[in-house]
T-cell receptor
Framework: AQSVTQLDSQVPVFEEAPVELRCNYS??????LFWYVQYPNQGLQLLLK??????LVKGINGFEAEFNKSQTSFHLRKPSVHISDTAEYFC?????????????FGRGTSLIVHP | EPEVTQTPSHQVTQMGQEVILRCVPI?????FYWYRQILGQKVEFLVS????????KSEIFDDQFSVERPDGSNFTLKIRSTKLEDSAMYFC???????????FGQGTRLTVV
Protein backbone atom coordinates (compact mmCIF):
# COMPACT_ATOMS: atom_id res chain seq x y z
CA ALA A 1 0.00 0.00 0.00
CA GLN A 2 1.12 3.55 -0.58
CA SER A 3 -0.03 6.88 0.75
CA VAL A 4 0.76 10.55 0.42
CA THR A 5 0.57 13.21 3.11
CA GLN A 6 0.51 16.87 2.24
CA LEU A 7 1.05 18.56 5.54
CA ASP A 8 -0.41 21.96 4.69
CA SER A 9 -3.94 22.35 3.37
CA GLN A 10 -3.36 26.03 2.64
CA VAL A 11 -0.23 28.13 2.16
CA PRO A 12 -0.64 31.90 1.89
CA VAL A 13 2.37 33.82 0.61
CA PHE A 14 3.16 37.25 -0.80
CA GLU A 15 4.16 37.73 -4.39
CA GLU A 16 7.89 37.33 -5.09
CA ALA A 17 8.42 35.44 -1.83
CA PRO A 18 9.79 31.88 -1.82
CA VAL A 19 7.48 28.98 -1.11
CA GLU A 20 7.77 25.34 -0.12
CA LEU A 21 4.87 22.89 -0.30
CA ARG A 22 5.51 19.78 1.73
CA CYS A 23 4.85 16.19 0.70
CA ASN A 24 5.68 12.96 2.49
CA TYR A 25 4.91 9.52 1.22
CA SER A 26 4.93 5.94 2.40
CA UNK A 27 5.36 2.91 0.24
CA UNK A 28 6.73 -0.57 0.57
CA UNK A 29 8.14 -0.53 -2.96
CA UNK A 30 10.16 1.78 -5.15
CA UNK A 31 8.13 4.76 -6.23
CA UNK A 32 7.80 7.42 -8.81
CA LEU A 33 6.82 10.86 -7.54
CA PHE A 34 4.86 13.65 -9.18
CA TRP A 35 3.54 17.10 -8.52
CA TYR A 36 0.42 18.22 -10.34
CA VAL A 37 -1.19 21.66 -10.39
CA GLN A 38 -4.90 22.37 -10.74
CA TYR A 39 -5.89 25.88 -11.71
CA PRO A 40 -9.49 26.93 -10.97
CA ASN A 41 -12.01 25.04 -13.09
CA GLN A 42 -9.30 23.13 -14.91
CA GLY A 43 -7.87 19.62 -14.89
CA LEU A 44 -4.63 18.39 -13.41
CA GLN A 45 -1.43 19.45 -15.14
CA LEU A 46 1.91 17.80 -14.49
CA LEU A 47 4.46 20.16 -12.93
CA LEU A 48 7.36 17.75 -12.53
CA LYS A 49 8.23 14.16 -11.86
CA UNK A 50 10.92 12.03 -10.27
CA UNK A 51 11.51 8.64 -11.81
CA UNK A 52 15.19 8.02 -11.09
CA UNK A 53 18.59 9.72 -11.22
CA UNK A 54 19.20 13.18 -9.80
CA UNK A 55 17.17 13.82 -6.70
CA LEU A 56 16.61 17.45 -7.64
CA VAL A 57 14.08 17.75 -10.42
CA LYS A 58 13.06 20.88 -12.23
CA GLY A 59 9.63 21.41 -13.68
CA ILE A 60 7.59 23.98 -15.50
CA ASN A 61 6.92 27.53 -14.31
CA GLY A 62 10.13 27.69 -12.25
CA PHE A 63 9.16 24.96 -9.78
CA GLU A 64 11.55 22.32 -8.50
CA ALA A 65 11.35 19.45 -6.04
CA GLU A 66 13.84 17.33 -4.17
CA PHE A 67 13.43 13.63 -3.56
CA ASN A 68 14.71 12.63 -0.13
CA LYS A 69 14.54 8.88 0.28
CA SER A 70 15.65 8.79 3.92
CA GLN A 71 12.94 11.26 4.90
CA THR A 72 10.44 9.91 2.36
CA SER A 73 9.74 13.43 1.21
CA PHE A 74 9.28 15.22 -2.09
CA HIS A 75 8.83 18.89 -1.23
CA LEU A 76 7.99 21.39 -3.95
CA ARG A 77 9.76 24.76 -4.02
CA LYS A 78 9.78 27.97 -5.97
CA PRO A 79 12.19 30.82 -5.15
CA SER A 80 9.81 33.62 -6.18
CA VAL A 81 6.08 33.14 -6.70
CA HIS A 82 3.69 35.07 -8.94
CA ILE A 83 0.01 35.82 -8.54
CA SER A 84 -0.60 33.36 -11.37
CA ASP A 85 0.79 30.52 -9.23
CA THR A 86 -2.37 30.62 -7.13
CA ALA A 87 -3.78 27.12 -7.54
CA GLU A 88 -4.21 23.73 -5.89
CA TYR A 89 -1.08 21.56 -5.85
CA PHE A 90 -1.20 17.79 -5.59
CA CYS A 91 1.62 15.46 -4.74
CA UNK A 92 1.27 11.95 -6.11
CA UNK A 93 3.20 8.73 -5.63
CA UNK A 94 3.11 5.85 -8.04
CA UNK A 95 4.25 2.48 -6.85
CA UNK A 96 3.73 -0.93 -8.33
CA UNK A 97 0.23 -2.17 -7.49
CA UNK A 98 -0.47 -5.54 -8.95
CA UNK A 99 0.82 -5.35 -12.50
CA UNK A 100 0.92 -1.62 -12.95
CA UNK A 101 1.77 1.72 -11.40
CA UNK A 102 -1.25 3.59 -10.11
CA UNK A 103 -0.79 7.18 -8.94
CA UNK A 104 -2.08 7.88 -5.43
CA PHE A 105 -2.75 11.52 -4.64
CA GLY A 106 -2.43 13.61 -1.53
CA ARG A 107 -5.24 15.87 -0.34
CA GLY A 108 -3.76 18.89 -2.04
CA THR A 109 -2.30 22.19 -0.87
CA SER A 110 -3.96 25.42 -1.83
CA LEU A 111 -1.30 28.01 -2.66
CA ILE A 112 -2.65 31.53 -2.30
CA VAL A 113 -0.38 34.29 -3.57
CA HIS A 114 -1.18 37.79 -2.32
CA PRO A 115 -0.04 40.98 -4.07
CA GLU B 1 -0.53 19.49 -28.12
CA PRO B 2 -2.56 16.31 -27.64
CA GLU B 3 -4.92 16.33 -24.68
CA VAL B 4 -7.49 14.25 -22.89
CA THR B 5 -11.00 15.58 -23.44
CA GLN B 6 -14.02 14.94 -21.25
CA THR B 7 -17.69 15.54 -21.88
CA PRO B 8 -19.87 16.96 -20.51
CA SER B 9 -18.11 19.50 -18.33
CA HIS B 10 -21.04 19.50 -15.92
CA GLN B 11 -23.84 16.99 -15.49
CA VAL B 12 -26.81 17.26 -13.16
CA THR B 13 -28.81 14.12 -12.57
CA GLN B 14 -31.52 12.89 -10.26
CA MET B 15 -30.74 10.31 -7.61
CA GLY B 16 -31.24 6.80 -8.95
CA GLN B 17 -30.62 7.74 -12.57
CA GLU B 18 -27.86 6.27 -14.69
CA VAL B 19 -25.11 8.55 -15.97
CA ILE B 20 -22.36 8.01 -18.50
CA LEU B 21 -19.27 10.18 -18.38
CA ARG B 22 -17.25 10.28 -21.57
CA CYS B 23 -13.55 10.67 -22.22
CA VAL B 24 -11.36 10.69 -25.28
CA PRO B 25 -7.82 9.74 -24.22
CA ILE B 26 -4.70 10.76 -26.10
CA UNK B 27 -4.60 8.65 -29.23
CA UNK B 28 -1.39 6.63 -28.75
CA UNK B 29 -1.96 5.99 -25.06
CA UNK B 30 -2.68 2.49 -23.83
CA UNK B 31 -3.56 2.96 -20.15
CA PHE B 32 -6.69 4.73 -19.04
CA TYR B 33 -7.85 5.82 -15.61
CA TRP B 34 -10.80 7.33 -13.80
CA TYR B 35 -10.36 9.36 -10.64
CA ARG B 36 -12.85 11.35 -8.62
CA GLN B 37 -12.53 14.35 -6.36
CA ILE B 38 -15.31 15.07 -3.89
CA LEU B 39 -15.45 18.79 -3.17
CA GLY B 40 -12.69 19.79 -0.79
CA GLN B 41 -11.24 16.32 -0.62
CA LYS B 42 -8.36 14.52 -2.27
CA VAL B 43 -8.24 13.01 -5.72
CA GLU B 44 -9.18 9.32 -5.39
CA PHE B 45 -8.33 6.50 -7.75
CA LEU B 46 -11.32 4.58 -9.11
CA VAL B 47 -10.13 2.27 -11.86
CA SER B 48 -7.47 1.63 -14.46
CA UNK B 49 -8.05 -0.01 -17.83
CA UNK B 50 -5.61 -1.68 -20.20
CA UNK B 51 -5.98 -4.00 -23.16
CA UNK B 52 -9.78 -3.77 -23.01
CA UNK B 53 -10.08 -4.86 -19.43
CA UNK B 54 -9.88 -3.48 -15.93
CA UNK B 55 -6.34 -3.81 -14.59
CA UNK B 56 -6.86 -2.32 -11.13
CA LYS B 57 -9.79 -0.92 -9.19
CA SER B 58 -10.30 0.62 -5.78
CA GLU B 59 -12.86 -0.24 -3.13
CA ILE B 60 -14.86 2.77 -4.29
CA PHE B 61 -15.41 1.11 -7.67
CA ASP B 62 -18.28 -1.17 -6.68
CA ASP B 63 -20.97 -2.86 -8.77
CA GLN B 64 -22.63 0.48 -9.47
CA PHE B 65 -19.67 1.50 -11.61
CA SER B 66 -18.53 0.15 -14.95
CA VAL B 67 -16.09 1.25 -17.64
CA GLU B 68 -16.02 0.60 -21.33
CA ARG B 69 -14.03 1.45 -24.41
CA PRO B 70 -16.81 1.05 -26.93
CA ASP B 71 -15.17 2.17 -30.16
CA GLY B 72 -11.41 2.40 -29.78
CA SER B 73 -11.38 6.11 -29.04
CA ASN B 74 -13.89 6.81 -26.26
CA PHE B 75 -13.49 5.63 -22.68
CA THR B 76 -16.64 5.80 -20.59
CA LEU B 77 -17.54 5.59 -16.93
CA LYS B 78 -21.09 4.51 -16.16
CA ILE B 79 -22.78 4.88 -12.80
CA ARG B 80 -25.89 2.70 -12.82
CA SER B 81 -27.97 4.23 -10.06
CA THR B 82 -26.53 7.47 -8.80
CA LYS B 83 -26.48 8.40 -5.13
CA LEU B 84 -26.08 11.81 -3.57
CA GLU B 85 -22.59 10.90 -2.46
CA ASP B 86 -21.55 10.29 -6.06
CA SER B 87 -21.51 14.07 -6.52
CA ALA B 88 -17.91 14.89 -7.36
CA MET B 89 -15.52 15.95 -10.08
CA TYR B 90 -14.59 12.95 -12.19
CA PHE B 91 -11.25 13.00 -13.98
CA CYS B 92 -10.22 10.79 -16.83
CA UNK B 93 -6.52 10.23 -17.48
CA UNK B 94 -4.38 8.31 -19.91
CA UNK B 95 -0.74 7.32 -20.19
CA UNK B 96 1.51 5.76 -22.80
CA UNK B 97 2.46 2.97 -20.49
CA UNK B 98 2.24 2.13 -16.83
CA UNK B 99 5.55 3.79 -15.97
CA UNK B 100 4.99 7.27 -17.39
CA UNK B 101 2.94 10.12 -16.07
CA UNK B 102 -0.79 10.26 -16.56
CA UNK B 103 -2.32 13.12 -18.52
CA PHE B 104 -5.61 14.36 -17.13
CA GLY B 105 -8.71 15.79 -18.69
CA GLN B 106 -10.43 18.86 -17.35
CA GLY B 107 -13.00 16.80 -15.49
CA THR B 108 -16.76 16.35 -15.42
CA ARG B 109 -18.55 17.82 -12.46
CA LEU B 110 -21.36 15.45 -11.54
CA THR B 111 -24.11 16.80 -9.32
CA VAL B 112 -26.69 14.32 -8.02
CA VAL B 113 -29.86 15.93 -6.71
Amino acid sequence: AQSVTQLDSQVPVFEEAPVELRCNYSSSVSVYLFWYVQYPNQGLQLLLKYLSGSTLVKGINGFEAEFNKSQTSFHLRKPSVHISDTAEYFCAVSGRTGGSYIPTFGRGTSLIVHP
Amino acid sequence: EPEVTQTPSHQVTQMGQEVILRCVPISNHLYFYWYRQILGQKVEFLVSFYNNEISEKSEIFDDQFSVERPDGSNFTLKIRSTKLEDSAMYFCASSEDSLTEAFFGQGTRLTVV
